[in-house]
């Protein structure tokens, strides 16, 4: 838009009364007014500087933008609304009626002398009279032709509309005001329902400072008694220790002390037989028995020794481990219970769904991709391609188990309904309403159902996966057995059949149930 100048356009000095028209340019009330005394009989009017034509066949309009401005926005709309008189030039009477053929908007006085012929066709008051002629004739819109979606006049009826399903405008008009009721009604529950969730998350966020308090001062407290009770396993197996020092320091002395006895008794009996060595009495050493010399030997068996010294100074190792395994056992077990960890669910491979490039182990715990033919017999459940199911299906309650992923370029793993077909790409996990799996494909990673992919980030760490069920709650979920532990990603809906643990694997790719 143009800029305004300092003096007013028309009498080229500076304004009395400045009022700015649409295009811009700014002139005095005075000029503007004998303007419009010279413009009143055409009804056209335009700005005396540039010529543009205005929209409204009053110049009283072109004071409206000057209004609005100085105005509060709560009431521009208000005052956006009100359309004057045409016909009242002294004055801004606002119109209740405006006529389509002359394009001119009525006050109540100029209505009662207005033409009544059918031509004269009035309307709510309104600036915008373009949009309800046709923009070739010139002529007011009746109809409405469903066929090409448009609003016609009776000239396009009878040139190019005559074989088409026509509806007077009013009529049109009406049916789409009841399908726009039927769309508001629709937007109006689907608003509610958007504001209830937003409550709903609003009070869950407000919700999250209490909740972190809670789940740390519960954490606090766990790891506060995991070390008192690791305290006490300490002090435990510590006495332990002590008592077999005290045990083994005993036995050692007490068969030390008999080892003492026998070595005396030994050193008797050699200074004995020393003595017979070196005696000139034929009859004393005749009457020694060298048996009984032999039996003393006997009786002090050096093997028996042996074994009784390398035992005593041993301390029961076992013991101790079996003491701290048991104990940690029970601080694990105390810990699942206060943080309701659930046990490994059983999971088995079922052969008989097994494609036949898909050998499975004998433990039934792992799936690899064979280029060889299985040459399994033909069934109903079996897959023609990649793909295995587990035996068990899963009904209720919340289920866990852990895989591990060969580092192949493809491989998938999830879950499925046994409705799932069985021939195709469209009965491969997650390319299907029934099933659902994070997989690898390339270096890449996703979560995929229904054949939509979820990109992740690429390059894990580890090939190890947690996958968790929680069927009445409807939520399956993935997670990566890094350091830290990590969650992948959760389905969130309402299962409706028995779920079943999927695998797929190509391209020399594996995958192992670790624990289940």
């Known amino acids: 838009m143009a800029s305004a100048p300092e003096t007013c356009c028309i009498c080229l000095t500076k304004y009395t009364e400045e009022v700015t028209l649409r295009c811009g340019h700014s002139v005095c009330q005075g000029c503007i007014d004998q303007v419009q005394d010279t413009q009143a009989e055409s009804k056209v009017n335009f700005c005396p500087k540039c010529k543009e ?18 105005l509060p926005s709560s009431q521009v709309q208000e005052v956006q609304l009100v359309i004057p008189c045409s016909y009242c030039i002294h004055s801004s009477t606002p119109a209740v009626k405006t006529c389509l053929h002359c394009e001119a908007s009525l006050c109540d006085d100029h209505l009662r002398v207005h033409i009544k012929s059918p031509e004269h066709v009035l309307s709510k008051p309104t600036t915008v009279l ?20 448009t609003c016609i006049c009776v000239y396009c009826l009878a040139e190019t509309h005559r074989t088409h399903q026509l509806e007077p405008l009013n009529e049109a008009t009406e049916k789409r005001k009841e399908r726009l009721k039927d769309v508001l009604q629709t937007l109006d529950t689907k608003r509610e329902k958007t504001d209830k969730e937003i409550q709903n998350l609003l009070k869950g966020q407000n919700e999250i400072p209490d909740k972190v308090t809670s789940l740390t001062e519960t954490v606090t407290a766990l790891f506060t008694e995991i070390r008192r009770q690791l305290e006490d396993l300490e ?23 008999q080892l003492e006895i026998q070595k005396d008794e030994l050193s008797s009996e050699i200074r004995h037989i020393e ?8 009859s004393s050493v005749l009457k020694c028995q060298v048996v009984t010399f032999l039996d003393g030997v006997k009786k002090n068996d050096a093997e028996e020794t042996d074994k009784n010294i390398h035992s005593s100074g041993n301390l029961n190792h076992f013991l101790i481990a079996l003491t701290i395994y048991d104990g940690l056992g029970n601080i694990v077990t105390k810990a699942k219970e206060d943080f309701y960890v659930i046990e490994s669910s059983e999971i088995l491979l079922d052969k008989n769904t097994a494609a036949n490039n898909v050998a499975i182990t004998e433990d039934l715990k792992s799936a690899t ?12 459940k079996r897959f023609q391609q990649y793909q295995v199911f587990s035996i068990q299906g899963i009904l209720s309650g919340q289920h866990y188990w852990e895989v591990e992923a060969s580092e192949a370029e493809y491989w998938m793993v999830g879950m499925a309904y046994p409705s799932t077909e069985t021939e195709g790409e469209q009965s491969w996990i997650g390319n299907n309403k029934r099933s659902w799996c994070f997989c690898r494909w390339h270096e890449e990673y996703s979560i995929r159902h229904n054949s939509k992919d979820i990109q992740l980030f690429s390059g894990m760490s580890s090939n190890r996966y947690g996958i968790h069920v929680d069927y009445d709650s409807g939520q399956l979920s993935f997670y990566h057995l890094c350091e830290p532990i990590r969650h992948v990603y959760t389905f969130s809906g309402t299962f409706t059949e028995p779920l079943h643990a999927a695998f797929w694997v190509n391209d020399n790719g594996w995958i192992k149930i670790r624990k289940s």
Do not use: F
């Open 53 to 70: 034509p205005e929209e409204h066949p009053s110049l009283k309009t072109w004071t409206w933008r000057n209004e609005v401005e100085e």
């Open 130 to 149: 373009e949009e309800q002629k046709c923009s070739v004739h010139r002529k007011i819109l009746e109809y409405y032709c469903n066929e090409d979606e």
């Open 235 to 257: 002090k435990k197996v510590l006495s332990e220790v002590s008592r077999q020092k005290v045990q083994v320091t005993a036995s050692i002395s007490n068969l030390i002390q």
């Open 275 to 282: 003595k017979l060595l070196t005696s000139t009495d034929p």
């Open 369 to 380: 991709w064979s280029v060889m033919s299985q040459r399994r017999k033909e069934t109903p």
